[in-house]
């Protein structure tokens, strides 16, 4: 087999700026120790996320000046309709300005005090929308999936035995959605089978409640299951995105991850009474329903990357740089969750730097070494983003990993790129013993990932 090349050629660059590594101990001081806080002008390969950080095509920005801006029924809205519905199957398309949004509109409705929403693993902001209602995010993942080191091909899978187990014990009236996110990005970007998206529609069925999917990363989920799942590999994408769909009653998506967008999200639903509530909902906080909180040309954009996402070739190049950079690691004995995901690296911090403990943050220390030496910009999944205090004793209760995630953009990094940010983990990785635990000097009351401020413990 040849070397899996870009499928595309590069008509427009954009210079990344050089700094010596003294320049970024010092960017790096003034920022606190927090990456979040560096200007982004003064990182060389920003892996932060894979969120609206995509290159757009010719056709994508060729789309910007079709663009029609009318307030009510614009063209591009009837485009961008068309192009979720071709993918999805779902009758009603509410567009949000991004996944959040969607979120926020789709619970507000559903959710409330007493409510719970189980999913295979909430993202953030997912989690975050449902609680502030009142209601309960509840993560029912499989048990490979929570073992970094542990190799399966669908680790993203529900635990169909504890969604069974959850609904007899809360209660059918109290659960107004099952959820289940392609691919699971809080647990490493891996993908959800077709078998395991059909058994939770079962169970849906049989108890009468409404299936969600949170679809952000759905292509690259569909050529998983190309790739893995026994009946597939003949099937189109676009075939294995309309059955992943079918099962569903819904989706909220970020179309700044699998429309290959900078900005943009959808709700989509098949239950005209929901929809109608959505709709009035999204007048008062995005906009009227045919631009939803985006400008025309935004929907464009989003209609286009809709169809190049599904294209074969771009996913194989998409998966297999990831799959690239993870193969590059382990080779080198760099322990990172395995198999690598479809939009993102995950370092298993606890197992770089063994010998840091998590309440001195050993995601943070690499991510710090990481711009320190090689100007990579990462970010710390563990216990500075998701460490709760202990409210009697006021001790750190870690979650269960401490991950550093490299997220690729799309279409926005060559093989070098890769070769580069490997060669950069590795010596960071060889560098190991010398790394130092961090602390915290200040922290918001909420997110404090965001803008805690650190120093290295001496
Ligand atoms: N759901 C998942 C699975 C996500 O990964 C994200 C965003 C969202 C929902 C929210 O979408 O940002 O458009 O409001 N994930 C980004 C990330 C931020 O870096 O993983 P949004």
């Known amino acids: 087999m040849k070397t899996i090349i870009e499928p595309f050629k590069i008509k427009s660059v954009e210079p990344i700026r050089f700094t010596s590594k003294e320049e970024r101990k010092k960017i790096l001081i003034d920022a606190g120790y927090n990456p979040f806080l560096i200007h982004a002008d003064d990182v060389l390969i920003d892996l932060l996320t894979d969120s609206g950080t995509s290159a757009m095509s010719a056709k994508q920005w060729a789309g910007i000046m079709e663009g029609d801006e009318s307030y009510a029924g614009s063209k591009s809205f009837y485009r961008f309709e068309s192009a ?96 289940l996110t392609i691919t699971n990005n809080s647990g490493g970007g891996q993908p959800v089978s077709m078998k395991n998206i059909k058994e939770v529609r079962q169970i849906c069925d049989k108890y009468g409640i409404p299936m969600f999917l949170d679809a952000c990363r759905f292509a690259e989920n569909a050529y998983f299951i190309k790739k893995r799942e026994p009946g597939y590999s003949d099937k189109s994408i676009i075939e294995i ?17 699998d429309a290959l967008v900078n900005i943009g999200g959808f709700l989509s639903l098949n239950n005209e009474e929901l929809a109608t509530k959505c709709r009035n909902l999204l007048i008062v906080t995005e906009g009227f329903p045919t631009y939803g909180g985006l ?14 996402v599904v294209d074969e070739h771009y996913l194989q190049y998409r998966i297999r740089s990831t799959e690239y950079l993870g193969e590059k690691l382990v080779a080198n004995g760099v322990p990172i969750i395995e198999p690598p995901g479809g939009h993102a690296i995950y370092i298993d911090a606890k197992r770089f730097l063994s010998h840091i403990p998590p309440h001195q943050y050993p995601g ?51 093989q070098s790129h890769i070769d580069y940010v490997s060669e950069v983990v590795i010596e960071a990785f060889k560098n190991r013993e010398k790394l130092k635990g961090m602390e915290i000097t200040y922290e918001a009351p909420m997110l404090r990932h965001f803008t805690a401020r650190f120093r290295p413990i001496d």
């Open 364 to 414: 943070q220390s690499i991510v710090c070494e990481l711009y320190i030496d090689g100007g990579v910009r990462t970010v710390e999944i563990g216990s500075v983003m998701f460490g709760k205090y202990d409210k009697k004793t006021g001790e750190l209760i870690p979650p269960p990993m401490e991950l550093v995630r490299l997220a690729i953009p799309r279409r926005v990094y060559t």
């Open 295 to 308: 400008a025309g040309r935004d929907l464009e954009a989003v209609a286009q990357g809709l169809e190049e």
């Open 84 to 179: 979720v519905k071709n993918i999805t199957g779902h009758q009603y398309i509410i567009p949000t300005h991004q996944g959040r949004a969607a979120e926020k509109i789709l619970f507000s409705i559903t959710g409330g005090e007493g409510k719970y929403i189980p999913n295979n693993t909430h993202f953030d902001t997912t989690r975050a929308n449902i609680e502030f209602t009142g209601a309960e995010a509840v993560d029912l993942l499989n048990e490979t999936g929570k073992h970094p080191e542990q190799k399966a091909d669908f680790k993203g899978d529900m635990d169909i035995d504890a969604l069974v187990k959850f609904i007899d014990e809360t209660g059918v009236k109290n659960i107004p959605m099952v959820m």
């Open 241 to 257: 995105c309309r059955e992943m769909f079918s099962y569903s009653d819904g989706a909220t998506m970020s179309a700044k991850k």
